[in-house]
C-alpha cells in the first residue's frame, strides 16, 4: 500500500505529512509531526489522554486515521496557550493543583476547554459528564473539576468587562 | 521543637515549577523519547497460562527484513542476585524470568521472546513468525487451588519459608507463612461476649497507572548502557538490569523520565532488560512501549485476597481477642505483601490476645507489584467490616467503639515497636465532631465509616543544593516526581535559606548526576528525601554564616542566619545583615562554589492513620450504586503543600471506592484473562462520583525536623470496608465479596 499525502492544518499552522493508510492520528502527531504533548493510554478511546480538537470536536486521536485530518483543522494540547497567555483551565489547573502525574493533563485540557468554548456556565454535573471520557488515576477529579468550574468563571468575567 | 517552629513557606500552595510544562503538553513522558537510528521492540507473550516451553524457532522473525535482533530467555542470565531495599530484599532471578521466561511461561502475557525491528509494525508481525512449542499445564488460578491437595506446583524447587506449619506437604504453591501472636488467644476468645467471624474476598486488582510502560535503551560497543525509562526509582532500574545481565552498575546510567504515575506498579524492571540486550545484539537504540493489553496483562497488579477474620469483644466494646488468616495471590513469583498485611490487619487497635498467620501462595497470574500500602487494604477491609458489626451488634456508635480500642503513643504495635505520637484518635475525633458522620441520610442510602493504617517508609537518599551568583538556587535530588514532590523540595529549601520558591529551582536527576536514592514508594519522599533536602541546605546556610564570618572578619560562632539572612551576633554587632543574595555574590571571592549536600537512610517514618466516611446510595431494582458523599480524615504529620496532600488523599479514597465497587481481574477457567481494557475494567471516571472532602489533622512526626509524615499510601485502605459498611446501611446486607458490583449487589438483594 502506498502512502498517503495528508495536508492539513495544526494548531493554526498549514502543515504536511506522509502517512500510511492505517495509522492513526495519533501516531503522526506523535511520531511524526514530534506533537507528543498528545499521550497514549490505551490505543481503544477508552481513557480520552490523546484527545485533540479535529474541526472544533472533541475526538480521542488514536481513533481517527491520520488521513481523516486532510483538509481540517486540528488543535492538539500545544496549541491550547496563545503565546505566553496560557488559556484559564490551564492557569486553573496550575493554581488548584489538579494534576499530580500529568499524564492525563492534556487530555483533559483539550476537553475541557472544549467544553468550556460551548458553555462558560456549566454545573458541577455538566463539568464531570463532559469530563468523563478521560481518566485520571491520581487527582480523584475533585481538583480538576473545582479547576474547569473556576475556569469557566474567569472566562465569564473576561467576557463581561469586554462587554462593559 | 518542631511543633512550636512557625513556618514561612512550609503549609503555603505555591504552583509547582514543572506545572507549566504539564498544562502545555511539553512534559517528557517515558514514550516520549526517540534517538536517531531508533529501533522499535515487540514482546511476544504466551497465550497460556502455564506451560512448559519445549522449543522456540525464531528463524522466521530473523529472516523478516527490517529486522535487527530477535532474544529469548536464553539471552537472559538465570541469576541468583539480590538486590537490597532496605530491610527487604528484591530476588533478582524471579524479576530476569519474568521480564523474559527460561522454561515455563507462568501465566498468560508472560514475555517469552522480543524483537526489534526497523518499524513497530515490522517488529509486532515479526514475533507473530516466531514458533514456540509449550507443553500445556493445569492453570492454578486461586489460592484455594493453589492449596488444594494434589494442587499442580508452579516451581519444583519452592520450599515454604517462615513457619510452614507442621504438616504442611514438602510440595507446595506455599512461598511464605508468618505469624503473629500474644497473648493467650483461647483465654481472650472464652473471655468475650460476642464474636464475629467471617471469610471476607478481595479480587485482584491493577494500579491503573495511565501511562504505560516504555523504555528506550542504547547499548555501546564500549559496554556503556543508556536507558531512558518512566520508572518509580532509576537507582533500582540501573541495579536491577545490571544485576540480571551481570553488567557493573557503573557502566549504565540511567535517566528518568516525567512518570505518568505508579502507584507501586513501577518500582520492579520489565522492559529495561530486554531492550538492553535487543540493542547489544542490534548495535542500535531499542525503544520499547508497552500497549494497555500489556500493562492489564503483563505488569504490576495487587494481590487477590482471602482473609478469615474472627474478633471478640466485651459488651461495653473492650476487644479482647483477634485471629485471622490472611491468603494472598502472589502471582507467579512469591512476593506477595501478605506479611505486611499480617501486620497492618489491627494495627489500629489494642487487643491483648491475637493469632496472626498469612501465606504468600504463587498462582498462575502475572507477579504482583506493590499497590499503594501493599496488602493493607485487603487486610483492614476484613477488620473494619467485623468492627462495624461488633459496633452495630452491641448497639454502639462504631467510631466510639474504634475510640474505645485506639492505640495511642506507648501501646505496643501489633508487629512489634512501640509507637511514637500517632494521631488514630485525633482523626476518629475529628470524623465524630464532622458535620458528614450527622447529616440526614436519603432514601436508598447508607453510611460507612472505617479506619486505615500503613507504616509509611523512610530509606536512603541524597540531595543537593547549590547557589547562583544571583542568590537564587537549585535543588537536585534523585527521586521522580509523581504527584509534586519537587515544589515540596523546594519550598524546604525556602523555608531553610529564605530564598521565594520560585527562585529554587527543583531538579531531578539522573543516576549519574546525584547519589544514591531509594525508589520514591513507601510515601517516602517528602519525608525522607525531604529531610536529605534540608540538611543540604542547612548545609549551604553553614557555608554561607562561614563566609558571612569570613567577610566580616570574625569568629563563625559570631554569626547567626535568620530568614534569609545572615545577621551579626555578640562580638561582631556593628555588622549590617547580609543577604543570601549578598553573600552568593560575593561567593568565588569568598571561597567559591556553595553546594550543601545532604545523604541520610531516613527511619521508619512514623505511622499513617486514617478514617472515611462514605454515603451511598443503591438502586434495588438494578443493584447500581453511587457514592453520593464522601469525607477523607487523616493524619498527614505536617502538610508542606496542602494542596497535593489533599490531593492524595482524594486520588487514594477514588482508587480504594473503585476496588470496591467495581474492579477485579476477571479470568476464564483456561487462565485467560477476560478483562485487559479500561472498557471493561472499569475504573473511577469523573461522573460516577462526588467532591472527596478532606480534613488534615497535623500530629507532628517527631522523627522529621517539620514534623512531616507520609501521606500517599495510607488513603487507599479504609475506603473497601468504609464503602462496604455504607452498603451494608443502605440494604441491610453485610456483604464480605468484593468488588459490589451491580450484578452482585443485586443477587444478594433478591436473595435477602
Ligand atoms: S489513547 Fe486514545 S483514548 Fe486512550
Ligand atoms: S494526574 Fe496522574 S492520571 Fe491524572
Known sequence: MSTIHVRTTVNGEPTEFLCEPAETLLDALRNRLGLTGTKEGCGTGDCGSCSVLLEGRLVPSCLVLAAEAIDREVLTVEGVAVGDALHPVQQAFLEQAALQCGICTPGLVVAAKSLLDRNTNPTEQEVRFWLAGNLCRCTGYDKIVRAVMDAAEVMRNETSEVRA | MSAERTFEYI???????????????????????????????????????????????????????????????????????????????????????????????????????????????????????????????????????????????????????????????????????????????????????????????????????????????????????????????????????????GIDAAKVKVVPSEIGGGFGGKIPVYLEPLAIVLSRKAHRPVKMVMSRDDVFRASGPTSGTKVRMKIGAKKDGTLVAASASLYYEAGAYPGSPAGAGAMCVIAPYTIPNFMIEAYDIVVNRPKVAAYRAPGSPAAMFATESVIDEIAQKLGMDPIDLRLKNAAQEGDSAPYGPKYGPIGLKQVLEATKAHPHWKAPLGPNQGRGVACGFWFNAGLNSTATVSLSADGSATVVTGNPDIGGTRVAQAMMVSEELGIPVERVRPTVADTDSIGYNDLTGGSRVCYATGMAVIKAAQDARDQLCARAAKIWDVDPSCVAWERGRAIPLNGASDKEPLTVSALAAKMTATGGPIVGRGAVSAPMAGPGFA??????????????????????????????????????????????????????????????????????????????????????????????????????????????????????????????????????????????
Open chain 2, 11 to 245: 503549609g503555603t500552595r505555591p504552583i509547582r515549577h514543572d506545572g507549566l510544562d504539564k498544562v502545555t503538553g511539553r512534559a517528557n513522558y517515558g514514550a516520549d523519547f526517540t534517538l536517531p537510528g531508533m529501533l522499535h521492540g515487540h514482546v511476544l507473550r504466551s497465550p497460556h497460562a502455564h506451560a512448559r516451553i519445549v522449543s522456540i524457532d525464531t528463524s522466521a522473525a530473523e529472516a523478516t527484513p527490517g529486522v535487527k535482533a530477535v532474544i529469548t530467555g536464553k539471552d537472559i542470565p538465570k541469576t541468583n542476585a539480590k538486590l537490597s531495599l532496605g530491610e527487604a530484599a528484591m530476588e533478582l532471578g524471579p524479576m530476569g524470568d519474568n521480564a523474559l521466561a527460561h522454561d515455563k511461561a507462568l501465566y498468560e502475557g508472560h514475555a517469552v521472546a522480543a524483537v526489534a525491528a526497523t518499524s513497530p509494525e515490522i517488529a509486532r508481525e515479526a514475533a507473530e513468525k516466531i514458533v514456540v512449542v509449550y507443553e500445556v499445564l493445569k492453570p492454578v488460578m486461586t489460592v484455594d487451588q493453589a492449596l488444594a491437595p494434589g494442587a499442580t506446583i508452579l516451581h519444583d524447587d519452592l520450599v515454604t519459608k517462615g513457619k510452614p506449619l507442621a504438616d504442611a506437604p514438602k510440595h507446595t504453591n506455599v512461598a511464605l507463612r508468618m505469624e503473629l501472636k500474644r497473648g493467650d488467644l483461647e483465654a481472650g476468645f472464652a473471655a468475650a461476649d460476642l464474636i464475629v467471624e467471617r471469610t471476607f474476598t478481595t479480587p485482584m486488582v491493577h494500579q491503573g497507572y495511565i501511562e504505560p510502560h516504555a523504555c528506550v535503551a542504547r547499548y555501546g560497543e564500549d559496554g556503556q548502557v543508556l536507558v531512558w525509562t518512566t520508572t518509580q526509582g532509576h537507582f533500582i532500574v540501573r541495579d536491577a538490569s545490571a544485576g540480571i545481565l
Open chain 2, 611 to 752: 478514617t472515611n466516611i462514605c454515603d451511598i446510595e443503591v438502586d434495588k431494582e438494578t443493584g447500581v450504586s453511587r457514592v453520593v458523599r464522601y469525607t477523607a480524615i487523616q493524619d498527614v504529620g505536617k502538610a508542606v503543600h496542602p494542596s497535593y496532600v489533599e490531593g492524595q488523599m482524594q486520588g487514594g479514597a477514588v482508587q480504594g471506592i473503585g476496588w470496591a465497587l467495581n474492579e477485579e481481574y476477571i479470568y476464564d477457567e483456561a487462565g485467560h484473562l477476560e478483562n485487559a481494557g479500561f472498557l471493561d475494567y472499569r475504573m473511577p471516571v469523573a461522573s460516577d462520583l462526588p467532591m472527596i472532602d478532606t480534613v488534615l489533622i497535623e500530629v507532628a512526626n517527631p522523627l522529621h525536623p517539620y514534623g512531616v509524615r507520609g501521606v500517599g499510601e495510607v488513603p487507599i485502605v479504609p475506603p473497601l470496608a468504609a464503602v462496604a459498611n455504607a452498603m451494608a446501611g443502605a440494604t441491610g446486607v453485610r456483604f464480605t465479596d468484593l468488588p459490589l458490583s451491580p450484578p452482585r449487589v443485586l443477587k444478594a438483594l433478591s436473595g435477602a
